[in-house]
């Protein structure tokens, strides 16, 4: 079965700056899709990205962007020009192929200061 | 269009007490999954519905829980004799499709969350 590893439990960026969260998955499929999600206090899951294990270029939403490096089997979000808005909880997720849910990792709590 | 909707978006129970939480999926959406959030961490599988079909419940933990989508839109969470465990959020998300690859067909879209504390 797969599996989503996020190894930052918490993480600090100065307003403007750039930060990267990381994410490494484990599966044995050779099609897959790799998702982002931040959630607010408020409770809800926004999509944010997604990143398709055949394309060929990283991809970007914005001020988000996905550094896939498949042969690491790693998936990290770069948020730039961090917002106060940006603080949340961020989610790296995959499709499970053994069924169709999704499944999600421990989540980074990202806080973006004044 | 509108996103997905639940209600309500608390609940507070007494433990052996009886609860139903609804989800409305995004228009036309096929597939609509439930998933628990336990404070602090990621969602958990609980079940999902392709149509009105039940196609995998893998994730329900326990035979108290019981999840319904009869005319293949609206679906409702039922949890019978509520425990203090089952204190969480209840997260609700739809896609267009099952089974195809590709941001549009797999993005799951969520509904903002049942929060339901058991005293």
């Known amino acids: 079965a797969q599996k989503i590893t996020q190894t930052q439990p918490g993480m600090f960026v100065q307003e403007k700056e750039a930060v990267t969260l990381d994410c490494t998955y484990d599966?044995?499929?050779?099609?897959?899709?790799l998702f982002w999600y931040k959630q607010p206090s408020s409770g809800e899951m926004i999509f944010l990205i997604y990143q398709g294990s055949y394309d060929e270029q990283n991809a970007t939403e914005g001020r988000y962007s996905l550094n896939f490096q498949k042969a690491r089997k790693s998936a990290n979000l770069v948020i730039s020009a961090s917002q106060l808005g940006d603080s949340a909880m961020y989610f790296c997720a995959m499709r499970n192929n053994y069924g169709q849910n999704f499944v999600f990792g421990p989540g980074t709590r990202l806080s973006v200061l004044p | 269009g509108a996103g997905v909707s639940q209600s309500p978006r608390y609940k507070v129970a007494k433990r052996g007490q009886d609860v139903a939480l609804r989800c409305d999926p995004i228009?036309?959406?096929?597939?609509l999954f439930w998933y628990q959030q336990a404070l602090g961490q990621g969602p958990e599988f609980l079940t999902y519905?392709?149509?009105?079909?039940?196609?995998?419940k893998s994730g329900l933990p326990s035979d108290r829980f019981f999840a319904e989508r009869p005319e293949g839109s609206v679906s409702t969470l039922k949890i019978q004799r509520t425990q203090q465990e089952d204190s969480a959020v209840y997260l609700c998300a739809s896609s267009l499709e099952l089974g195809l690859a590709g941001v549009e067909q797999e993005t799951q879209y969520f509904g903002p969350g049942t929060r339901l504390l058991v005293l």
């Open positions: 519905f392709q149509n009105e079909a039940q196609l995998d």
């Open positions: 228009s036309g959406h096929v597939s």
């Open positions: 599966t044995s499929d050779q099609s897959y899709g």
